[in-house]
């Protein structure tokens, strides 16, 4: 899920300033009486950790604010699923089963269990972030997308004051051609240009590389922007000496610089200004969300948390 500002500044709050000492060994943290566990904490705690080996050991100080941040995504994403919940939408066990599959089916038969134990990956806790990720998106989908709607003066204007990021850039399509030697090069440039066939090409000269290139023009090679120079489509360049042979350049293509026209580029501006405004429904949601939410955590259960990761970080 991604991870918004003011979750962190929101759940901020709570984690310094509305926790509560729980009896309850194991829940760390309460949303609407859900119970948040000690161990899922700790698991995704390890599974973040797992790309940090080699670093320093990490302060207690450090280890509780990841605790908090993870903690702090844990309380969203139970929230994300109680509200499908009240809007009868809530993730199936067909669509979390068809999920796994989809997942397994990019392994061989067998590969993704030995994938889970060579990683540690506890199956169940794997399952539970599945289902969040699913709830996350189901969530966009089909509570906040069909609540947005652009209208194309919202678009108009936006393409207006980004005139310069729908600028495509000129280009030269290029044949380059290398080779051993001066002499081979010559020839092949001499017979692509009278027959315009690349197959025969690499036929008659095996020695050869061949291969057709896109290139903005001005991230060209300075090499090759000299050689280059005043070429029309069709001509090509003089030989030149490389560290590895020779080569030669052939202009298949010149494309100008150009705008692209508000039609073109429509879906780009629209999937931007959709992706503003989802943020901007999700942290309204949020925000809501939390002011009329019960969230109990326990602090004492999270420095418990920190301080036992603490310590297994410095024996181990």
């Not at 670093?55 to 995504?73: F, G, K």
């Not at 994403?77 to 199936?92: F, P």
């Not at 030995?114 to 990683?119: D, M, N, W, Y």
């Not at 240009?193 to 290139?213: G, M, P, Q, S």
Request: aromatic share 6%; charged share 30%; net charge negative.
């Amino acid at each position: 899920m991604k991870r918004f500002i003011l979750i962190l500044t929101t759940l901020a709050v709570l984690l310094t300033g509305c926790s509560h000492d729980t009896t309850e060994v194991g829940v760390v943290a309460r949303v609407n009486g859900e119970p948040i566990m000690l161990d899922t904490l700790e698991y995704l705690h390890d599974l973040q950790s797992l790309g940090q080996e080699g670093m320093s050991i990490p302060s207690v100080e450090m280890l509780r604010e990841e605790y908090s941040d993870i903690l702090a995504d844990l309380i969203v994403a139970t929230l994300v699923r109680q509200e499908l919940e009240k809007l009868d939408l809530a993730v199936t066990e067909q669509e979390m089963q068809d999920a796994e599959n989809d997942v397994r089916s990019d392994y061989p038969e067998g590969e993704f269990e030995t994938l889970i134990r060579e990683q540690y990956i506890d199956l169940d806790h794997w399952r539970d972030q599945m289902l969040d990720q699913l709830a996350a998106r189901k969530f966009m989908q089909q509570v906040l997308r069909p609540r947005i709607k652009i209208d194309y003066k919202e678009a108009e204007a936006y393409y207006k004051s980004h005139i310069a990021d729908f600028v495509m850039p000129a280009s030269m399509r290029l044949l380059v051609i290398r080779g051993p030697n001066r002499q081979v090069v010559e020839s092949a440039v001499s017979k692509f240009r009278d027959e315009r066939d690349r197959e025969a090409l690499r036929t008659a000269f095996t020695e050869l590389e061949v291969r057709e290139l896109v290139m903005n023009k001005k991230r060209l090679p300075a090499i090759w922007s000299a050689a280059l120079k005043g070429l029309d489509e069709g001509q090509s360049s003089g030989v030149i000496k490389e560290k590895f042979g020779y080569e030669a350049l052939v202009v298949l293509e010149r494309t100008p610089e150009k705008v692209l026209s508000p039609t073109q580029v429509y879906p780009l501006v629209e999937e931007v200004l959709l992706e503003r405004k989802v943020e901007t429904a999700f942290n309204e949601w949020l925000e809501k969300a939390v002011s009329q939410a019960e969230i109990k955590i326990s602090k004492h259960l999270l420095r418990e948390a920190a301080d036992e990761a603490a310590d297994n970080a410095t024996n181990g």
